[in-house]
């Protein structure tokens, strides 16, 4: 009789989305189903009819209890918090249900609504947590601007967190920076996002072109490359820069506006559904964010063969990029330094060929091959 497969289940709100969170799990758990055997199931609470965004391996199973806490999202204050404690109690019982039925070795959280209660859940297997996110940044509640109430709700909320956290076999971590702001813990492992794809080409740097890939969103700062863009356009001529991105563009096109930003060398676009060609067509890659998980966007771009200019956010470049070989790093925030950065590499090709080389190189350690491998090790250890 040959060893039963590891028993595997993913709970994770939805699949329908373009995200970065849905797009690594949806990496991790095909090539563990088609590379190690395992035998997977993803357990989702949104999305019921809507098609998965990244293909998923016939091997995995997907069961959708169909809580739809995005509902949610329509509700008034009050009326949140008893439509919410409806749907925790309902996706409580079909959880459990579930893995009771299913009596998986390992369960992954994505930490989400269940991690309030899935330690609590007596099916055997162990409980691993798995955040995408820096500690600083996780559910943000964002406390200057909240009342006393508000502020009060997020300490509670916090302290509780640290309670659940404690219980869990393992929490992982994306950087090791992050892993030593988890003080209390004495459980976290840190293990990188792998390498999203393996391109089948790489940039030959000809193209005077800068890109950058990111949602129209606060954190990944499209305001601050736009300030900083306006600083190195006129005295680098040649040069263009294009963004592309899911989300509104409305207020980033004001600011071309009235920044006078020169259009024609300046665009804005919608999301891209052929990141790698447009990794491949430029010659520097651009990330602006204000805080990163990890910032698998980077680990992409020097895959594809491009020196990468970024900020030095918390916490995810500085786990990725060695300042001065594979890259360049400004001070978080520092619009300045930024375009300087920029300025200094598309003023020297030579510089850019170096560290797009470096770069090549050095991303090979994010491979998907070698982080499986360390899943693989924290798996066997667990059971």
């Not at 563990?32 to 999305?47: N, R």
């Not at 001065?324 to 200094?344: H, P, Q, R, T």
């Not at 590499?345 to 090979?364: E, F, I, P, S, Y």
């Amino acid at each position: 009789m040959g060893k039963e497969p590891l028993k595997l289940v993913y709970t994770t709100p939805a699949l329908y989305m373009a995200g970065g969170v849905e797009r690594v799990l949806t990496l991790k758990a095909n090539y563990f189903a088609e590379q190690f055997g395992y035998d997977i199931t993803i357990i989702l609470t949104e999305g019921k009819d809507k098609p998965l965004f990244y293909p998923l391996s016939d091997k995995i199973k997907v069961i959708n209890l169909d809580i739809n806490f995005e509902e949610l999202w329509t509700c008034s204050f009050v009326r949140k918090i008893i439509v919410y404690l409806k749907k925790q109690r309902r996706f409580r019982k079909a959880l459990t249900n579930e893995l009771m039925s299913i009596r998986p070795d390992i369960t992954v959280s994505l930490l989400r609504r269940e991690i309030n209660f899935i330690t609590g859940i007596k099916d055997g297997s162990r409980k691993i947590g798995e955040m995408h996110i820096n500690r600083a940044n996780y559910r943000n509640f964002n406390t200057e601007q909240t009342n006393f109430l508000k502020r009060l709700f997020a300490k509670f909320w916090s302290n509780s967190l640290l309670s659940h956290l404690q219980k869990l076999d393992k929490l992982i971590v994306l950087t090791e920076i992050d892993r030593e702001t988890w003080t209390e813990l004495n459980n976290v492992v840190a293990i990188p996002d792998p390498l999203s794809f393996t391109p089948s080409s790489i940039s030959p740097l000809v193209e005077k072109r800068v890109v950058a890939i990111a949602r129209y969103s606060h954190e990944k700062g499209i305001d601050l490359l736009l300030q900083a863009w306006s600083q190195v356009e006129k005295s680098n001529g040649e040069w263009r820069l294009d963004v592309f991105g899911d989300g509104d563009r409305t207020t980033y096109e004001q600011q071309i506006a009235q920044l006078c930003i020169d259009r024609s060398r300046c665009v804005l676009h919608g999301r891209t559904n052929n990141v790698e060609q447009e990794y491949c067509n430029s010659s520097l890659f651009v990330l602006s964010s204000r805080f990163e998980g990890f910032g698998m966007v980077l680990t992409e771009a020097m895959a594809c063969g491009l020196p990468v200019v970024s900020f030095d956010c918390p916490w995810g470049p500085r786990s990725i990029i060695t300042d001065g070989e594979d890259g360049l790093l400004a001070e978080n925030g520092n619009v300045a330094a930024l375009a300087s950065k920029l300025s200094m590499l598309m003023g020297d090709a030579t510089l850019r060929k170096t560290m797009a080389q470096t770069a090549v190189r050095n991303v090979q350690r994010f491979s998907m091959v070698k982080v499986a491998e360390r899943w693989k090790s924290l798996f066997d250890e667990l059971i």
